[in-house]
């Protein structure tokens, strides 16, 4: 058998990464590809999974406040709540509400839901 990496040596490339180094250097966010092909949810719900995972990646949990959300991702606060509200109807993510002056607790679904009729 041939290792990959002789085949893919071969395969025509028609994106060119830039710097790769510089832009790598803060680390990069994998994102599954249910949740970004799906239909349920918004682009800016799927940014929002982006960054979750992204804030989540060293510790398996993460709480930023939907402020930090809001400016990270370039939308207002309003924007981050519909995203969240999107992500937690379509079951890509479970919130628990900690209370008043805390932030949220977000666990992410990394798994797509079965769906009926579906094994």
């Known amino acids: 058998?041939?290792?990959?990496?002789?085949?893919?040596?071969?395969?025509?490339?028609?994106?060119?990464?830039?710097?790769?180094?510089?832009?790598?250097?803060?680390?990069?966010?994998?994102?599954?590809?249910?949740?970004?092909?799906?239909?349920?949810?918004?682009?800016?719900?799927?940014?929002?999974?982006?960054?979750?995972l992204h804030y989540a990646w060293q510790n398996d949990y993460c709480f930023p406040g939907q402020d930090r959300l809001a400016a990270d991702m370039g939308v207002a606060k309003r924007s981050v709540v519909s995203y969240m509200q999107e992500l937690e109807a379509a079951n890509f993510i479970v919130v628990e509400r900690r209370g008043q002056g805390k932030s949220n607790m977000y666990e992410l679904i990394l798994k797509p839901a079965r769906r009926k009729g579906n094994s």
């Open 1 to 52: 058998m041939e290792p990959i990496g002789h085949r893919l040596a071969e395969v025509s490339r028609n994106i060119k990464i830039r710097g790769a180094d510089l832009a790598t250097r803060g680390g990069f966010t994998q994102v599954p590809n249910f949740v970004l092909k799906s239909t349920a949810i918004s682009p800016g719900a799927k940014l929002a999974y982006s960054m979750l």
